[in-house]
């Protein structure tokens, strides 16, 4: 095994497959008629949608490895891998913060929210990163088990997974007020499904990519696989217990989109890196956030100025709904908007233009 870098086209293309997955779910035409493949389950369960946000984080774990392991194996000093680390992961956090601002102050009705999507990625890579640099694989296994058995335990100790009285509802309202995702009017508690208590869980899922790319830098194809059934496996026997959610991210949640993950790792590696197929979503993996965030900036921007409405009635549902019904459309909105992403992208990756949060 090179103690080089190296990068893998699978990867790229697997973190623009989910970043085109991320635009397409949340940016249909019309949020009353979805089709449910496209929808997060309403509590407990798992749709493919669910799948979409831990199989980034998932890759973010596995692109912390391909490109700080190296380093490390090379004799890097830390210190200044670590502040390059911590300092794009504060910089991922801010944008985050600064999303949410925009959709307050544009946003009818909108209210300010302070976690969020690139608020957890932040996170996530911060800690999956200082990992990397002082962990060996030893205590980055053992620290995923202890999460993943403290939460469980957490989650069971608080006395209920139910909306808005779960513990992990219950201390976000605690610590961020009404800063949160969505507002109870009857009991004014507050939940976040990008809240402070489940980011933990969402580190397992983290470090488990960062476990999957260090089998993929050794080419143990055969180790991912198997481990994508385990994981799989284990946490649909876990959901007998404490049912899959992605709300509270749950343990079972954690291993069960784990095990898709490493699947999804394993295809794309042998289908693109080993059999040369094209990749796939690259344009959209290689410019990841600045294609998330742009796109939310747009969207934010769409609605504030009052034209995604008429954008959306006149392009789409006036003359689709009478022919198609009313799901049709708002697919195919959805599906426009990520055209119109991959064509920036594309053309950004055609200029080598990298935008490197």
Not at 80 to 106: M, T
Not at 139 to 147: D, S
Not at 315 to 338: D, E, N, Q, R
Request: charged share 10%.
């Amino acid at each position: 095994m090179s103690s080089r870098a190296v990068r893998y086209a699978s990867v790229d293309a697997l973190r623009g497959l989910t970043v085109a997955a991320m635009l397409l779910v949340n940016d249909p035409g019309d949020w009353g008629h979805v089709y449910w493949p496209l929808e997060h389950s309403s509590w407990h369960g798992c749709t493919p949608t669910d799948l979409i946000f831990p199989l980034f984080l998932f890759i973010v774990g596995v692109s912390i490895t391909l490109a700080i392991v190296p380093k490390m194996e090379a004799g890097a000093p830390a210190a200044p891998v670590q502040r390059a680390a911590l300092w794009r992961a504060v910089r991922i956090v801010a944008l985050g913060f600064l999303l949410n601002l925009l959709a307050w102050l544009v946003v009818p009705d909108a209210h300010l929210r302070l976690p969020g999507v690139l608020q957890r990625i932040g996170l996530c890579f911060a800690a999956a990163a200082l990992l990397a640099i002082h962990a060996p694989p030893r205590m980055q296994w053992t620290l995923m088990a202890v999460l993943l058995v403290g939460y469980a335990l957490l989650l069971q100790a608080g006395g209920s997974l139910e909306p808005w009285t779960n513990i992990a509802s219950r201390f976000d309202s605690a610590v961020l007020g009404s800063f949160v995702y969505a507002l109870d009017p009857a009991t004014g508690r507050g939940h976040d499904p990008e809240g402070l208590l489940s980011t933990l869980p969402s580190l397992a899922t983290t470090i488990l990519g960062m476990r999957a790319g260090d089998w993929l830098r050794r080419g143990n194809l055969r180790a991912l696989l198997a481990a994508a059934v385990v994981s799989g496996v284990a946490g649909a026997l876990l959901s007998l217990w404490q049912p899959l959610n992605k709300n509270l991210w749950t343990p079972s949640y954690v291993l069960w989109t784990a095990g898709w993950a490493m699947l999804a790792l394993a295809t794309a590696h042998y289908l693109i890196d080993r059999r040369g197929w094209p990749a796939l979503g690259r344009a959209f993996g290689v410019n990841a956030i600045a294609a998330y965030a742009g796109s939310g900036l747009m969207v934010y921007l769409l609605i504030g100025l009052g034209v995604a409405g008429p954008l959306y009635q006149h392009g789409f549902a006036g003359w689709m709904t009478p022919l198609f019904g009313p799901y049709v459309p708002s697919l195919a909105y959805g599906l426009v908007f990520v055209l119109v992403w991959w064509l920036v992208v594309k053309r950004m990756d055609a200029r080598r233009i990298y935008l490197k949060v």
